[in-house]
C-alpha cells in the first residue's frame, strides 16, 4: 500500500484515507470514485454513517472491473453506539460486511464508549420525546471480547477503539487477549492530543485524526441542528500561520494541516466531496516541512479548548457512567 505505515498487528494503513462522515450516499459514490482514481486505498465509514451499502458498491464495480483486488484496499467501519452489547457485536459487523459487500474489514471499531438503545428496527437509536434513550449498562470488557471473537473468525483483521479516553483505554489493554490496534479521535492543529499520543506510543497503538481540518463542514450542521454557538467551531484553515506555509510551499492551507499531522506519524481521513478537495487533499507526499516549521504547527494546539466533538448535542450523554470527557456543568 503507497505512503503506508505499520500498525502493531503487522497490517499497513495508507496514511492518507477518505472520511465519509456527513457524506450524503449520492454523493459518496462520486466521492468514492475520484478518491479511487486519485490513489485512496483507505475509506473509513462506519455504521452509523448510512452510507455502507454505497461504498460497497462502488468498491465491488472496481474490483469486478480489475481495478483494485480486496487486499490492495484498507476499510473501517465501526459498531454502532445502539449495538454497544456483546450479542450485538456479531451481528451489527454482519450487517455492515453485508452492506460493504466484503468478507472481512481491516478495522473494525468501537465507536463511542457510551451507548443508546436502538429501536425496533436495529438501524436507529430509540427515541423518547426526541431525545436518544441511553444504554447506562455498558460493559466494555464484555464488548472488546466479542469483538476479539470476530477477529479469531476473520470477519475483522483488526480491532481499536474511538472516542475512549485513556483510562478507558487503559482498562481495555489490562483486560485483553487481542490489543486494540488504533485510537481514532478528533485531531487537528487546534486539539493536538498530545496526552493521549504519548499514552498510545508507549502502548503501540497508532492514533488516527478524525476532523484533521477541524471540520469546517461540521459547523453549518451542529449550529442548525444543535443550536450550537459558532464559537465552537474555530476556523483552523483559516490560521494565519498556516496561509503563510501554503504560500511558502505552493500548497493550500489544508494540505499544510494534513502534511503536519502525517509528518508526525499520524494517518488523517479528511472527508470531502468535492473532487478537486479530494485530489488535493492527497497530493501531500511531496513536500517536507522543516523541523521549525513543525515546531510552529505543535504550538497551534490549544489543549482541550481546541475540542469540538463532546457529544453533549446527545441530551443526557454526560450522564452515561463511560462518558468519556471532561463533564462540563
Ligand atoms: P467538502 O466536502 O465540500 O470538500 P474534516 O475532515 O476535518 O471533518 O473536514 C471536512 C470538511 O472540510 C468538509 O466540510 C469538506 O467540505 C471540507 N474540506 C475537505 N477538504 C478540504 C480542503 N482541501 N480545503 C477546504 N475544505 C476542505
Known amino acids: 500500500l503507497p505512503n503506508s505505515i505499520a500498525l502493531q498487528s503487522g497490517q499497513k494503513i495508507p496514511l492518507v484515507g477518505?472520511?465519509?462522515?456527513?457524506?450524503?450516499?449520492?454523493?459518496?459514490k462520486a466521492a468514492l470514485e475520484e478518491a479511487l482514481k486519485a490513489g485512496y486505498r483507505h475509506i473509513d465509514t462506519a455504521f452509523n454513517y448510512?452510507?455502507?451499502?454505497?461504498?460497497?458498491?462502488?468498491?465491488?464495480?472496481?474490483m469486478?472491473?480489475?481495478?483494485?483486488?480486496?487486499?490492495?484496499?484498507?476499510?473501517?467501519?465501526?459498531?454502532p453506539h445502539f449495538g454497544n452489547r456483546p450479542s450485538d457485536v456479531p451481528k451489527y459487523l454482519k450487517k455492515s460486511l453485508q452492506r460493504l459487500q466484503l468478507d472481512y474489514?481491516?478495522?473494525?471499531?468501537?465507536?463511542?464508549?457510551?451507548?443508546?438503545l436502538p429501536d425496533s428496527s436495529g438501524e436507529v437509536p430509540a427515541e423518547e420525546n426526541g431525545n436518544w434513550v441511553l444504554d447506562k449498562g455498558t460493559d466494555h470488557l464484555a464488548i472488546w471480547k466479542a469483538l476479539e471473537e470476530q477477529v479469531d473468525a476473520g470477519k475483522a483483521?483488526?480491532?481499536?477503539?474511538?472516542?475512549f479516553n485513556i483510562s478507558q483505554i487503559d482498562r481495555i489493554i489490562k483486560n485483553s487477549r487481542i490489543p486494540p490496534v488504533v485510537l481514532q479521535v478528533e485531531l487537528h492543529a487546534y486539539f493536538q492530543?498530545?496526552?493521549?499520543?504519548h499514552y498510545c506510543k508507549e502502548?503501540?497503538?497508532?492514533?488516527?485524526?478524525?476532523?484533521p481540518l477541524g471540520s469546517p463542514g461540521a459547523k453549518a450542521h451542529f449550529m442548525k441542528k444543535y443550536n450550537y454557538s459558532p464559537d465552537k467551531f474555530p476556523d483552523v484553515l483559516g490560521t494565519p500561520a498556516v496561509s503563510e506555509l501554503a504560500f511558502k510551499y505552493k500548497k493550500t492551507p489544508a494540505?499544510?494541516?494534513l502534511r503536519h499531522l502525517v509528518q508526525s506519524g499520524i494517518p488523517v481521513i479528511p472527508k470531502s466531496a468535492n473532487p478537486d478537495r479530494i485530489k488535493q487533499n492527497f497530493e501531500i507526499f511531496d513536500f517536507d516541512l522543516s523541523d521549525s516549521e513543525m515546531t510552529q504547527l505543535d504550538a497551534l494546539d490549544q489543549g482541550e479548548n481546541g475540542r469540538i466533538f463532546d457529544f453533549l448535542c446527545w441530551k443526557g450523554v454526560q450522564d452515561h457512567p463511560e462518558y468519556p470527557f471532561q463533564k462540563i456543568s
Open 64 to 79: 469486478d472491473a480489475g481495478k483494485i483486488k480486496r487486499n490492495d484496499i484498507f476499510i473501517t467501519t465501526k459498531l
Open 50 to 62: 448510512t452510507n455502507e451499502e454505497t461504498i460497497g458498491n462502488v468498491l465491488k464495480e472496481w
Open 255 to 257: 494540505q499544510i494541516l
Open 157 to 163: 483483521k483488526g480491532i481499536g477503539l474511538s472516542n
Open 193 to 197: 492530543q498530545k496526552e493521549i499520543r
Open 18 to 28: 477518505l472520511g465519509t462522515w456527513q457524506a450524503k450516499s449520492e454523493e459518496v
Open 105 to 116: 474489514v481491516d478495522l473494525y471499531l468501537f465507536h463511542h464508549p457510551f451507548a443508546f
Open 203 to 211: 502502548q503501540g497503538i497508532t492514533v488516527i485524526a478524525y476532523s
